[in-house]
């Protein structure tokens, strides 16, 4: 080799080592995270380059076929010692079980909850069948079978007391033109401490041959559990599942409630979807939202229950290329903004989240809202000072009463002034019953010279409803409630019916099985209050206002019956408060009205001296 052309080599070499030293220094490569999602955008962004029906299903002995797949059989000899076999993963607020078949998630147990009546922990997933797990892979759309071969594991410890455990397998398909693809399937759930959120990272890493995966227009699909718990039935009118997605696009949230067997798609691009009970949430979130073809919320029928399923499946797009990893943030757990918030701050959650939102799942929202948050706030003041949340309720409630007493003084006034002029009033409708006209002339001109406004009466009341819807909504939904002793053996929790008597039969229609004590005192302090507070009324009015007195209350009992115990003590305290009230003002205005004369009698013979 001649002595110029071993010098150019050299050269060369140095100048490539030092160029790459370089480019390291100046621009380092993206971290994994980045790496990951770059690769996902570079995917969804050629999907057009791989072609439809790109594997197509074939039936032979021994194969396995899943829309548009073919299995071979016993692709990797390793698997023929996979037995099934459940993982467990424990955290300080989780306990999380696992089939090695599909590596998914068999059980789901919050540690520091529990179920009604029951020592038993929440379990949050349910329903589960062979053929519809949590949190399964399906090649394929929805109504694609899922991945349901033995995989391998691989547990981890992680730094900062994170846990990690991952199953992979080596599947082979038969592609268009006949030619033989692997790639390795692999699903990594992390698990944090004291966080209700876990990670899953969906990879597929093909060999050469492998051009993409296109399985009905598809690449796979990844769906929840059935059923969220905890359990829950038909005779609880106050529990409930609904959805709720949230679009990155529109930075809107959007709520639906599915009837039976009915399916709801969201076309576009989803920054979480969600199904909520009244007390707990599952929430699924895509680290990038573009790889996400479509969203469909499932509600089947359940023939092995009363309650219709209620599920989530993300349609990932066709993958192009050979390898990808797909990033899912997964929180199941209380619904509740005291727990959801911290993810919209990136130094509250070690997953970085950036107000992502999903504390709109607890957000009762409406025009009501930021009154449910300063009743909220104060019941929360109240509890720190007593720490019993029936307490609370009950001092919020006095104090509600007490800042509207103004108004409720002002409103019995007004009725008391209409007893008053009830005579007039009855003459002149009787005057001109057949001129309604005229009527309404007259009645007009007596209210100005009576100085009365009918609405008096009114206006004070409407101030308050929205005050009284809102603590109805708080008292019916608050999460603290759950749990939450008032009276030891008679309303251990808040959240659910009080209980005096376990009946030994369910009564039909009603589907009661407990003797409830709190439906009775409501009712009863309801009626007290009616016939105190009710006035004088005519002959003709006597027969609708006695079967208003009655009705009214009766029909509660009903509505009521089954209703958590803070939304009853709540009722019922209001009742008897409003009550002493209506009594107190009677009494300052007779004892007013009795001065009042005194004063007229003494001036009088005064003047007659």
């Not at 002034?417 to 005579?423: C, D, K, T």
Request: proline share 6%; hydrophobic share 40%; aromatic share 12%.
């Amino acid at each position: 080799m001649k002595k110029n052309t071993l010098i150019a080599i050299i050269l060369s070499t140095l100048v490539i080592i030092g160029s790459t030293y370089l480019q390291l220094k100046l621009y380092p490569p993206p971290a994994q995270e980045e790496q990951q999602l770059a690769q996902s955008e570079k995917s969804v962004q050629s999907t057009e380059t791989v072609p439809q029906n790109t594997f197509v299903a074939k039936t032979e002995l021994g194969s396995k076929s899943a829309g548009g797949v073919e299995f071979l059989s016993n692709p990797d000899s390793n698997d023929q010692n996979l037995t099934e076999k459940i993982y467990t993963v424990k955290t300080s607020l989780v306990e999380a079980s696992f089939t090695n078949k599909g590596g998914d998630i068999i059980s789901y147990k919050l540690l520091e909850h529990y179920g009604a009546d029951s020592t038993e922990n929440v379990e949050m997933i349910k329903n589960l069948t062979e053929s519809n797990r949590a949190f399964s892979i399906a090649l394929g759309n929805q109504t694609a079978p899922i991945v349901d071969q033995l995989f391998h594991v691989k547990e981890e410890k992680l730094s900062g007391g994170a846990q990690a455990i991952g199953f992979y397998k080596t599947i082979s398909i038969r592609n268009q033109d006949a030619s033989i693809s692997s790639f390795i399937l692999a699903k990594r759930y992390i698990f944090y401490p004291d966080n209700y959120m876990f990670e899953l990272q969906v990879s597929i890493n093909g060999d050469e041959s492998l051009k993409g995966l296109n399985f009905n227009s598809a690449g796979y699909t990844l769906k929840t559990p059935p059923q969220i718990g905890p359990d829950w039935n038909t005779a609880d009118k106050y529990e409930y599942r609904t959805f709720m997605s949230f679009s990155k696009e529109k930075e809107k949230t959007k709520s639906y409630t599915l009837k039976t067997d009915s399916v709801q798609e969201i076309t576009d691009p989803v920054g979480w979807v969600s199904i909520s009970g009244k007390y707990f949430t599952t929430i699924i979130i895509p680290q990038n939202s573009n790889t996400i073809q479509s969203t469909f919320l499932l509600a089947p029928k359940n023939a092995q229950s009363p309650i219709q399923d209620n599920q989530i499946a993300l349609i990932r797009k066709i993958i192009a290329g050979s390898a990808i990893t797909d990033i899912y943030h997964v929180y199941i757990g209380p619904c509740t903004e005291n727990y959801l918030s911290p993810y919209n701050i990136p130094s509250k959650n070690p997953f970085q989240l950036d107000n992502i939102r999903i504390d709109s799942v607890a957000a009762s929202g409406g025009l009501l809202y930021p009154l449910e948050v300063g009743l909220k706030w104060v019941l929360q003041f109240f509890y720190k000072i007593i720490p019993n949340w029936g307490v609370a309720i009950i001092l919020v409630t006095l104090l509600i009463k007490l800042l509207f007493y103004p108004l409720t003084k002002k409103s019995f006034v007004a009725s008391q002034r209409m007893q008053e002029l009830q005579p007039q009033m009855q003459t002149i409708q009787a005057k001109y019953k057949n001129n309604p006209q005229k009527l309404n002339e007259e009645m007009a001109k007596f209210y100005k010279e009576a100085g009365y406004n009918p609405l008096s009466g009114c206006l004070p009341l409407l101030v308050q409803m929205p005050f009284l819807f809102a603590m109805y909504r708080l008292f019916n939904n608050y999460f603290e409630f759950r749990g939450a002793m008032f009276i030891p053996h008679w309303i251990p929790d808040l959240s659910i019916g009080d209980s005096i008597w376990k009946l030994p039969f369910t009564v039909p229609f009603f589907g009661w099985t407990d003797l409830r004590l709190l439906p009775i005192l409501y009712v009863v302090s309801q009626i007290v209050f009616s016939k105190i507070t009710q006035p004088p009324a005519t002959e003709q009015q006597n027969s609708s206002m006695k079967m208003m007195l009655y009705f009214m209350p009766v029909f509660f009992f009903f509505l009521f019956y089954n209703a958590p115990s803070g939304l009853l003590v709540y009722w019922t305290a209001m009742n008897l408060m409003t009550l002493v009230q209506q009594l107190f003002i009677k009494q300052t205005m007779h004892h007013t009205s009795d001065a009042k004369n005194k004063k007229e009698v003494k001036y009088g013979k005064g003047a007659k001296k």
